[in-house]
């Protein structure tokens, strides 16, 4: 018995209408981060192994159980985008250029998690990441960003939670009145949360499991740890969201999975998901500088997953370019097809036909299936008169037309297709 293959677990093929929305997404963002912007910016898939584990965290579960190692070596390959992308700000000693950047970046990213619905261990991004500013509209930005890109792809329906962390010394503090608050409890949450309660604390809020969420929901978080500067710019930035009419919850539970986070965090979720229902995420991290590079640098970004909105999106339309099919009453009219075929990709008129030896009916049958918006039909009698069958599939009519006014007609028709 030869063995039958198939993908890894955790991995997805993308059929050619998958690749369609992945294509729409990633013009519609590049559209989006032009408009406001931003660079591009293509990174390796291998990184150094130590740069996560100083950036996200020893004791996040990305490092404790999902790097994807190259055996034998310290690399692994890159779980997420925004420690590369402070590595190649540091490396390149931009802070010594012009300092204040705005990239983003398209491509996979790999955790080697346990698989399940929207959560993979090879899946897509679409990042940005702003450096060298503190200021609260580069937040508010970095938000509308991503919001705008899911907005624009068709996803309608999805929230957004945000909060602040505040400073390292705010998040000290935080951490603190967590484990103090959590001390007599200890021996009710998960062995992980029992060995994250010493190490780092936050971490616990982040835990999933029901056991340890009731006994989190009862710490009563708000706004207590932040400093002075850190509230105005928890506030001015809530102010900002509030102005720009963008729906938000105030979570103060939203720690994030990452530890380099200062001050804002966010995440948007979308309720077509199930337990994995986040469909991206960020937030500030103006300490991650100074832990990898010993400088001072703010910094903020996002990034979306993918897969996730692929997921959400379900059965969504994603509108697509119109395409022409031309079909011929007869194999005879082979040469004609080909050159009338010819003529309208010449003119930049997306067409295709069906090459094989099949009738007019199955020609046109298989024209639908892939979804044709006008099809051309070639008729012995019709191209005696130098004429061609033009069909409208939306409005079910046809017309007769000129053959040398088909790509005139097509191209009217398309300026006014919706
Ligand atoms: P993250 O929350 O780890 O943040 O990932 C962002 C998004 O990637 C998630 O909200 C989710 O949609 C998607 N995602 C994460 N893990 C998986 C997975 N295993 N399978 C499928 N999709 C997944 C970051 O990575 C930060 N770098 C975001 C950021 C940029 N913060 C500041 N700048």
């Known amino acids: ?63 404790q159980s999902q790097m994807m190692k190259i055996e034998g070596k310290d690399i692994v390959l890159r779980p997420e985008g925004t420690a590369q ?22 491509g996979p990213m790999f955790r080697g998690e346990r698989p399940q619905k929207g959560r993979l261990r090879q899946f897509n991004h679409v990042g940005a990441e702003v450096i060298g500013s503190n200021s609260f509209y580069l937040d508010a930005e970095i938000i509308m960003l991503a919001l705008a890109i899911v907005d624009k792809i068709g996803l309608k329906e999805k929230k957004l939670q945000v909060n ?23 021996n009710q949450l998960c062995p992980n949360c029992q060995r994250r309660i010493k190490k780092n604390p936050l971490r616990v809020i982040d835990c999933k499991r029901d056991s340890c969420r009731k006994i989190v929901n009862s710490l009563e978080l708000e706004k207590g740890h932040l400093c002075s500067d850190c509230r105005n710019h928890f506030d001015n930035l809530l102010a900002v969201l509030d ?21 804002t965090v966010f995440e948007i979720t979308s309720n077509q998901l199930g337990s994995q229902d986040a469909l991206g995420a960020g937030g500030r991290y103006n300490d991650l500088f100074n832990q990898l590079g010993n400088i001072e640098m703010p910094a903020v970004g996002f990034a979306l997953g993918v897969e996730r909105i692929m997921l959400a999106l379900g059965q969504t339309k994603v509108k697509s370019f119109p395409l ?14 080909f050159s009338v075929l010819t003529k309208l990709r010449n003119s930049n008129i997306v067409s295709t036909c069906d090459f094989r030896k099949k009738s007019l009916k199955a020609q046109l ?29 939306k409005k079910s009519k046809q017309e007769e037309v000129k053959l040398n006014q088909l790509t005139t007609k097509i191209k009217e028709k398309l300026k006014n297709y919706a």
């Open 243 to 263: 102005d720009l009419k963008i729906d938000y919850r105030y979570n103060p539970y939203l720690v994030r999975g990452l530890d380099y986070y200062t001050n």
């Open 324 to 337: 022409v099919f031309i079909a011929r009453a007869g194999n005879e009219l082979e040469n004609e097809l």
């Open 365 to 393: 049958r298989y024209g639908q299936k892939i979804g044709a918006d006008f099809v051309v039909i070639l008729g012995e009698e019709e191209l005696r008169k130098d004429k061609v069958i033009l069909k409208d599939m």
């Open 164 to 186: 602040s962390l505040g400073c390292r010394k705010d998040k000290e503090k935080l951490s603190k009145y967590i484990k103090e608050k959590l001390k007599k409890q200890k």
């Open 1 to 63: 018995m030869k063995k039958k293959y198939s993908n890894v677990r955790g991995t997805i093929d993308f059929s050619p209408q998958q690749n369609f929305i992945y294509e729409s997404l990633r013009n519609e963002s590049i559209k989006l981060f032009n408009l406001y912007g931003y660079k591009q910016l293509i990174l390796p898939f291998l990184e150094e192994k130590s740069l996560f584990i100083k950036s996200v965290g020893q004791t996040t579960d990305i490092v």
């Open 85 to 106: 992308v402070v590595r190649y700000y540091l490396q390149n000693r931009l802070d010594k250029k012009n300092s204040f950047y705005k990239f983003f970046y398209i």
